[in-house]
C-alpha cells in the first residue's frame, strides 16, 4: 500500500510540474529529468508546428489542450524483474498528419528513462506523399562504466538496422496498396 501512494505522489508531481516534477533516482547516479530535457532539445531542432512545439513543453496539468495528454501506469518486465513504469503520451492528430510522444520514466530495472516521437506529416505542397519517422532516446545507467560507450555504440547500430528493415517493410506494403 504504501510502494502504491508513493506511485501516486510521483505521477501526481509529474502531472503538476512536469518534467521538473521526476525525483532523480538514488543509488544510480542518473537524473530522468535532465535526460529528458536534453531529449526535448534535440527533438526541438527539428519541431515547426507551433501548436506541437507547445503541447510537447508544456506542464501536462496546464496545457490548453488535455485531452492530447495521457498517463499511465504500465508492468514492464525487464532482466526477469517487473518495475511499474510511468508512461505519459502526448497525441496530437492534424488535418495533414498526426504525432506521438511517448516518455517513461520510473522504468525499472533495464532503462532510467525514454522518449519516442513518431508521427506521419505531409512530405509535399500537394500532400499526395507523406513522410514517416520515429525519433527514440533512451537513457539508462546499465551501459555505463568500463565499456558503456561500446556498448551502446553496439546497441544504436542493432536498433537502427531493426528500424531501417520495419521502415522498409512497411513502405513495400505500402507500394502494394
Known sequence: EMYKQILAERAQAYWE????GIVPYEGKGRDPASDLKSANDAALELMTDELIRGEFLVIPSQSPHPQYHKLQWTIQKGSDLAAPCLNHSIRIKRDAGFVQVTRQIYSGVDKDCSQIITGCIPACASGDRSATFYINHTF??????FGGSAK???GRKLMKSKLVETFRKGQD???GL
Open 140 to 145: 539508462s545507467s546499465a551501459v555505463s562504466g
Open 173 to 175: 506494403v505500402a507500394k
Open 17 to 20: 510540474k512536469g518534467l521538473d
Open 152 to 154: 551502446r555504440s553496439i
